[in-house]
């Protein structure tokens, strides 16, 4: 860390989040990649203080995340959560709102929904799985809120896509940076997971095919899946979709 002194000063002053900007970038994607819903913005809440102070009123009932993010994408409900308001622990280790288990981590639980051959691959799985349970902090909440009504910079954006929708949001990507992204995905903890850890912790954006537990939660169509980018990625990934717009 960097010596702190009040008479060294590091870097220029915080940008203010540029609101206006980020509404125009959600237009922007709704008419040139034909979005139907809104993407959401996913804000960690690390203590009382800020969860107590972010400006979205606190869900009332325990749900899934998932269906938290889908309220906000297809209905505009913003929320903030904790922990006693989860009803899937797979988000609940994933965002370190709570330890994990044994019975979790030896890859009991994972092989006792019948997805994988053994407890041996089901535990090779769960080590695969991005959690910040294994990180040595805590998270008091969640802010899940639609990115046109956000006030203040999100962790990571989440947007529902199809698979041409997908395409699209890759291109802009790629149009700036030269690379590839390097996906993860791997049909388990979809939305918490791959689709909100993953790009917070690599800095990356991210594609998933979802997972079983949210298409049956969420009722997702078939043809269902989503994108997620670190917010700092958003406008530049949005002016490389524009800039790879086809003229088909």
């Keep these: 860390m960097p010596y702190k002194h009040k008479n060294i000063e590091y870097g220029l002053p915080h ?19 034909d979005l139907t819903r809104e993407p959401v913005g996913i804000t960690f809440l690390f203590t009382k ?41 797979g988000a609940t280790t994933a965002f370190a709102l709570e330890e994990s288990t044994e019975k979790i981590e030896s890859g009991q639980e994972y092989f006792s929904y019948k997805l994988y051959s053994s407890v ?33 910079t999100p962790d990571v954006i989440i947007i529902m896509t199809n698979a041409l929708q997908s395409m699209r949001l890759v291109q802009g990507y790629e149009y700036r940076t030269g690379r590839k992204p390097k996906i993860d995905m791997g049909a388990m903890q979809g939305m918490c997971s791959e689709l909100t850890v993953s790009p917070y912790l690599t800095g990356e954006m991210n594609v998933s095919v979802l997972c079983p537990s949210t298409r049956m939660l969420c009722k997702w169509d078939e043809n269902d899946m989503a994108v997620a980018v670190p917010f700092e990625l958003f406008e530049t990934i949005t002016d490389g979709v524009v800039a790879t717009k086809p003229n088909y």
């Design 15 to 33: 940008e203010e989040y540029p609101e206006e900007r980020i509404k125009k970038c959600v237009e922007t994607l709704k008419e040139t990649i």
């Design 49 to 89: 203080e800020e969860y107590e102070s972010y400006p979205v009123d606190e869900i009332r009932s325990a749900t899934a995340y998932c269906v938290m993010v889908k309220d906000a994408a297809v209905r505009g409900r913003g929320v903030k959560c904790r922990l006693e308001h989860h009803r899937c622990d």
């Design 120 to 152: 041996a691959v089901a535990r090779r799985m769960r080590a695969a799985i991005k959690s910040l349970h294994k990180e040595p902090v805590s998270t008091y909440g969640i802010a899940i809120v639609p990115i046109k009504d956000c006030v203040q």
